[in-house]
């Protein structure tokens, strides 16, 4: 190909087939769906907030807010109250739109379902005191009888990039 930008039919044809070539390579090479990639999997283990954004009604994400989380390796395991717009939306269906660490980290897609077994808020509870120095204090943690008197929503999220 010439400095001017024109050139041959083939030269040209020969740089079309490297993008496509390409394209299919990465597609193939790609993480398949339900997978986080090691390196924000990383993040998900050091961060100390996520920050989530649900689906309004009309389709736009809310504004996303920090929350305090934990992740097992699978899921990501949060709470909320009751009457928050994040627990409606997910009551109702709403994607959950993620970034790990800051506002603009890694963005992760997921769906979010209810937990309700006091066993496993309490491991999380406990998850959270290992965390965070204030959940170890005793101080905003789940906790398995705020969640059964309705007074937490406690989720887990499968989450995919």
Do not use: C
């Not at 496509?20 to 100390?48: C, D, F, I, K, Y």
């Not at 920050?51 to 996303?64: D, I, P």
């Not at 496993?120 to 008197?149: H, Q």
């Amino acid at each position: 190909m010439r400095a001017d930008g024109q050139g041959s039919g083939a030269a040209r044809a020969a740089i079309a087939l490297t993008v496509v070539l390409g394209g299919l390579v990465s597609m193939v090479t790609a993480s398949p769906a339900g997978t986080v990639s090691p390196a924000t999997q990383e993040l998900l283990r050091s961060s100390s907030y996520i920050y989530v954004a649900t689906q309004r009604k009309n389709g736009e994400l809310s504004e996303a807010a920090p929350i305090w989380f934990v992740y097992d390796g699978d899921e990501i395991f949060f709470t909320t109250g009751p009457e928050s717009w994040k627990a409606k939306r997910i009551a109702r269906g709403s994607p959950l739109t993620i970034h790990v660490g800051s506002r603009t980290g890694p963005m992760l897609v997921g769906k979010a379902t209810k937990v309700t077994d006091p066993a496993l808020i309490d491991r999380m509870g406990r998850t959270y005191s290992d965390k965070y120095w204030i959940a170890w204090l005793g101080l905003f943690r789940p906790r398995s009888e705020r969640v059964t008197a309705g007074k937490t929503v406690a989720y887990f999220v499968d989450v995919e990039e």
